[in-house]
Nanobody, 121 residues
């Protein structure tokens, strides 16, 4: 059974930094696209950053130049380094990972449980 475990969220002052991690487990064969999404209260979930299996990255305009997504395939983990955080970055952050397993050779995308990021003074 695939599990995505997120960590690294918390309370930070404006201008501060946080690093989110999302580790996948569960008889994984291959990893594909990985990404981070966020959902603020009263708003729809939105894409924040993505990274392909080849390392190509994409970012939402709101976070370009401040956030960096990376991956460590050996650890089945995707990261989101968030710098110069703003109050409007406050949201529940979710990772999304595409992968295959020994029992499911079809690429399937899974969601993490979410980690809260709160930017406040």
């Amino acid at each position: 059974q695939v599990q995505l475990v997120e960590s690294g969220g918390g309370l930070v002052q404006p201008g501060g930094s946080l690093r989110l991690s999302c580790a996948a487990s569960g008889n994984i064969l291959s990893l594909y696209g990985m990404g981070w999404y966020r959902q603020a209260p009263g708003k729809q979930r939105e894409a924040v950053a993505g990274i392909s299996s080849g390392g190509t990255t994409t970012y939402a305009d709101a976070v370009k130049g401040r956030f960096t997504i990376s991956r460590d395939n050996a650890k089945n983990t995707v990261y989101l380094q968030m710098n110069s955080l703003k109050r409007e970055d406050t949201a529940l952050y979710y990772c999304n990972v595409g992968l295959t397993t020994t029992t499911n050779r079809r690429t399937t995308y899974y969601w993490g449980q979410g980690t809260q990021v709160t930017v406040s003074s």
